[in-house]
C-alpha cells in the first residue's frame, strides 16, 4: 500500500517535470522541426549517437545536416539544441544582442573565450591587423623575386655574394 502511494506521487512528480519542461520548450516546437531520426521523450537523440566513436559521431552530425534547410532541432537529453544550416542565419543568431547570454553549450565546448565572444576585444585585433605605421613590402617581394628570377635565369644560387648585388642596385625596383 505504501508503495503503491510512494509510486504515483513520484510518478505525479515526474509528469509534473515533464510538463514544466513542454511549456518552457514549447517555442521551439514551433520554430523548427525536429530531424527525422528515432526522438525519445527523454533522452532525446542521444541513442543515436551512442555506441559511435568520435568519426562516427561526426559522420552522424553531418547526416543530420543534410536533413536541415534553415533551422534544425536536435535534443540531447532534455536540452533543445538547434542547427543552423545556413550562413546569413547563422550571422543574424551570432550577431543578436539577445545572444549575449551564452547557452551551456558555450562553456561545454570552451568557444566563449573564442571568435564568437570577442567582440569587445576586437578594436584592440583590427589595430593588430592594420597597423597605423606604413610598411612598403614590395620592395622585400621584389628582391625576393628578383633572387628566383636571377636564379633561374643565370643559374646562380646565391644572389647576395658580393658584386651580384650591384645588380639589385642598378635595377629600378
Known amino acids: 500500500m505504501l508503495f503503491e502511494v510512494l509510486l504515483s506521487i513520484v510518478g505525479a512528480l515526474l509528469l509534473v517535470q515533464y510538463l514544466k519542461y513542454l511549456w518552457a520548450t514549447r517555442y521551439i516546437q514551433k520554430i523548427t522541426p525536429c530531424l527525422p531520426k528515432a526522438l525519445y521523450p527523454i533522452v532525446g537523440h542521444i541513442p543515436m549517437l551512442c555506441g559511435l566513436d568520435s568519426e562516427g559521431i561526426f559522420s552522424a552530425m553531418a547526416n543530420a545536416f543534410r536533413h536541415v534547410d534553415h533551422l534544425g532541432r536536435m535534443m540531447i537529453g532534455p536540452l533543445p539544441v538547434i542547427l543552423i544550416n545556413h550562413p546569413e542565419t547563422l550571422e543574424a543568431v551570432l550577431t543578436s544582442e539577445r545572444m549575449l547570454n551564452k ?48 636564379n633561374t635565369t643565370m643559374g646562380c644560387n646565391n644572389i647576395d655574394e658580393a658584386g651580384k648585388k650591384e645588380y639589385l642596385h642598378r635595377l629600378e625596383v
Open 103 to 150: 547557452p551551456y553549450f558555450y562553456d561545454f565546448m570552451e568557444v566563449s573565450d573564442g571568435i564568437f565572444g570577442m567582440r569587445e576585444l576586437r578594436h584592440l585585433v583590427s589595430a593588430k591587423d592594420n597597423p597605423s605605421f606604413g610598411f612598403d613590402i614590395h620592395t622585400y617581394i621584389s628582391k625576393c623575386n628578383l633572387d628566383t628570377i636571377f
